[in-house]
């Protein structure tokens, strides 16, 4: 604030008016919101709830034999039948979810900031760095997610932090992209360049200036991000790499259920049918943003 | 427009060079050793050594990669661990199966993804529009166990049609193919067609909102006629980036739908490598993945040059 010309209220316009959009976006978009978000809406804070409080509600242990047989079918004392030990499934799914959503919302959480922070600061950094900093991120994306999981896999173990790096490494480019896009289409705004004119450095442009108007659409490719990592994590654990027995996230409980198939148990279709739920939600509650966020799903790639 | 060209490919060889180092120092980065795994538990340190020696393993780290990217580059990416017979022997066995599985796929789900994608966006904002585009986004979030577990589900042990979960031999004929291949390729073709078909309606989409298409619906042309004869043209080059990426997806989906259909293809063999720590083996499945992941992003890119005049004629 050393220039003379920027009043203290002049300075500030850009993030209020940030914030103002921001809150009446929250206003306007519960009223707005189709059938199919509200769906969504309803699957994911359902999923929320189970991976915080689900534990509380099982019926059994989670590693405790209750039934006789293997693969019970659906009956009153297990609502979702017996696993191939005679585990009660409910219980079992309910604490997998517990891992499943952790794992992803750590990983997911962890490129989205790391994405737009160094999405901000190829943008305010020299033409330099931001070309070095994106090819390397492009030889990233060029090795497929599932692969450059069973490389990291096979060099280091599987571990749960494992999982979680790399898991957030494969999805950083990504996170990465979309926020240099917008942080780059904003930096050319007027208001953007006042500020660089007033004399304020880049910490603060990139976190003042740029950030506030840029963190919707992040919010919503942060969905996205949870999305692809629940379906790779899961994937892996149905290979027999990710979460290690005992703990069991919902791909774990597809895979030691899968002699299960042949007579269509429960045990096998319902924690696939949980993940597919969880994921089908999150998408739907990104198609029902109105806007730029909403497009983010139309060329999504997992 | 040559220039451009090899440009591309000038930088699509250095990424690969790039991720060729990446593969190789993640799985060459632990101490945990072939010699030692080769010789088990009870082998003495000096016989460990004298292996070590014999591998090659006592040099220093940049000299083993450049090692392992020649004899890459010359077809002779090492000895397999886990059953001691050269990698590229286990590879060329199992590729060729990939491919077909791969191809098989991106042939049937390309004409149904382009169809639905050209159709919602003909019919944008309608009943049908709103229902496909629906669909396919559930579609995209549906993990492919999913997808493999309720096809054996439904044509399997329902309908009795197809053999559960396991691969049949091949015997020559056209029944016994979609007999072996029809639950893979569904599985396979399934998350596909829905991000292709999402990414087409967007492109066209994108297209139809141009002052060009305004200027034909003024002139009085068809629907059918716009969208066919003059958005589609422009839409070509996002339409090839979308199938190319959709395809590449592929290449993921082959691990999951390979391990759980028992198929006979590399991505499976690159899973088993993983689960007995059978290193070059791994080095040289993810290399081909990478490989074929940058062939396609190369391919949708000159496609691209070559279809659009304003870069053709640099």
């Given amino acids: 604030m050393t220039t003379p010309v920027a009043s203290p209220s002049a300075d500030r316009a850009p993030a209020q008016e940030g914030i103002a959009h921001r809150a009446g976006f929250w206003r306007r978009w519960p009223r707005r919101l189709s059938l199919s978000g509200l769906v969504g809406v309803v699957l994911v804070a359902f999923w929320l709830l189970v991976a915080f409080v689900g534990p509380l509600f099982a019926p059994h242990g989670v590693g405790a034999i209750v039934a006789d047989d293997s693969f019970a079918p659906m009956s009153g004392q297990f609502p979702l039948g017996s696993d191939y030990l005679g585990r009660d499934v409910l219980s079992r799914i309910l604490y997998g979810a517990r891992y499943t959503i952790g794992l992803a919302l750590a990983a997911a959480l962890l490129a989205s900031t790391a994405g737009t922070a160094l999405g901000l600061f190829a943008t305010v950094s020299g033409r330099w760095i931001d070309e070095s900093l994106s090819r390397l991120l492009d030889a990233v994306t060029c090795i497929p997610s599932k692969v450059f999981a069973l490389v990291m896999v096979a060099g280091f173990g599987s571990s749960v932090p494992l999982l979680i790096f790399t898991a957030a490494l494969s999805y950083l480019p990504g996170a990465y992209r979309i926020a240099r896009s917008l942080a780059v289409n904003l930096n050319v705004m007027e208001y953007v360049e006042v500020a660089r004119a007033r004399g304020e450095g880049r910490v603060y442009i990139a976190c003042y200036e740029l950030l506030p108007n840029m963190i919707h659409p992040m919010l919503a490719d942060f969905g996205l991000r949870f999305v692809f990592v629940v379906l790779l994590l899961s994937g892996l654990s149905f290979l027999g790499l990710g979460v290690q027995p005992p703990a069991a996230d919902l791909g774990s409980l597809v895979r030691e259920n899968i002699s299960g198939l042949p007579d269509g148990s429960p045990a096998v279709m319902m924690p696939a049918l949980a993940i597919a739920t969880l994921t089908i939600g999150v998408n739907l509650v990104i198609d029902s943003l109105p806007g730029r966020a909403r497009r983010l799903t139309r060329g999504a790639l997992r | ?314």
């Fill in chain 2, 1 to 314: 427009m040559a220039v451009l060209i090899a440009r591309r490919i000038g930088i699509a060889v250095l990424t690969l060079l790039l991720v060729s180092a990446a593969v190789f120092s993640i799985t060459s980065i632990l101490p945990g050793d072939a010699a030692q795994a080769a010789l088990g538990q009870s082998a003495t340190p000096e016989m460990v050594a004298a292996l070590r020696a014999q591998m090659g393993l006592d040099q220093p780290a940049y000299l083993r990669y450049l090692h392992w990217l020649g004899g890459l580059l010359t077809g002779n990416p090492g000895q397999s661990l886990a059953n001691n017979t050269p990698v590229a022997d286990l590879i060329s066995m199992r590729l060729p199966k990939s491919l077909l599985l791969a191809g098989t796929a991106a042939a049937v789900s390309v004409p149904v993804a382009l169809t639905i994608g050209i159709l919602t966006a003909m019919y944008r904002g309608s009943r049908l529009d709103r229902l496909l585009s629906l669909a396919t986004l559930g579609m995209i979030a549906v993990p492919e166990f999913l997808v493999a577990t309720v096809a054996v589900l439904i044509f399997a042990v329902k309908l009795h049609w197809l053999s559960a979960l396991s691969y049949v031999p091949e015997t020559p004929g056209i029944g016994p193919f979609v007999r072996a291949y029809a639950m893979p390729v569904l599985t396979l073709s399934f998350v596909i067609i829905a991000q292709m078909a999402r990414m087409t309606r967007a492109a066209v989409v994108d297209q139809l909102s141009q002052p060009y298409v305004e200027m034909a619906i003024l002139k009085g042309a068809s629907p059918a006629r716009i969208v066919l004869r003059h958005a589609l043209p422009n839409a070509a080059g996002p339409i090839v980036n979308a199938v190319a990426l959709s395809l590449s997806y592929l290449l993921g989906g082959a691990i999951i739908v390979e391990t759980i259909f028992n198929y006979p293809g590399i991505a499976s063999l690159m899973v088993d490598a993983v689960t007995n720590r059978d290193m070059p083996l791994l080095q040289a499945c993810a290399m081909i993945f990478c490989c074929a992941y940058l062939i396609l992003v190369l391919l949708a890119d000159v496609f691209a040059i070559v279809s659009s005049p304003k870069l053709r004629r640099r």
